[in-house]
């Protein structure tokens, strides 16, 4: 079982960038797919993005454009880098696998206020 742990987060403008980190351990990462998923107040997690063990990547269309989603093989890591931020982005921002089979982190706060 893949277990994550988020990074990154933090209070930015309007039109800023945050880059997020998720931190993976198990030996299935590899092969497995990760997804980037955010839950804000009152509403139910979505998944944003996802990168597949290849690289293929797939996009929630609220993001496209904005954010880019990248894996580091080597160091069990994948990226969120969100660039263009709008209010609407404001969210705790947590990974795990497109099925959701792993247990949840903490997640990462993300707030984008003036």
């Known amino acids: 079982q893949v277990q994550f742990v988020e990074s990154g987060g933090g209070l930015v403008q309007p039109g800023g960038s945050l880059r997020l980190s998720c931190a993976a351990s198990?030996?299935?990462?590899?092969?497995?797919?990760t997804g980037w998923y955010r839950q804000a107040p009152g509403k139910q997690r979505e998944l944003v993005a996802v990168?597949?063990?290849?690289?293929?990547?797939n996009y929630v269309d609220s993001v496209k454009g904005r954010f880019t989603i990248s894996r580091d093989n080597a160091e069990n890591t994948v990226y969120l880098q969100m660039n263009s931020l709008k209010p609407e982005d404001t969210a705790v921002y947590y990974c795990n696998t497109p099925t959701r089979a792993s247990p949840w982190g903490q997640g990462t706060q993300v707030t984008v206020s003036s």
């Open positions: 990168i597949s063990s290849g690289g293929s990547t």
């Open positions: 198990g030996r299935i990462f590899r092969i497995a797919g």
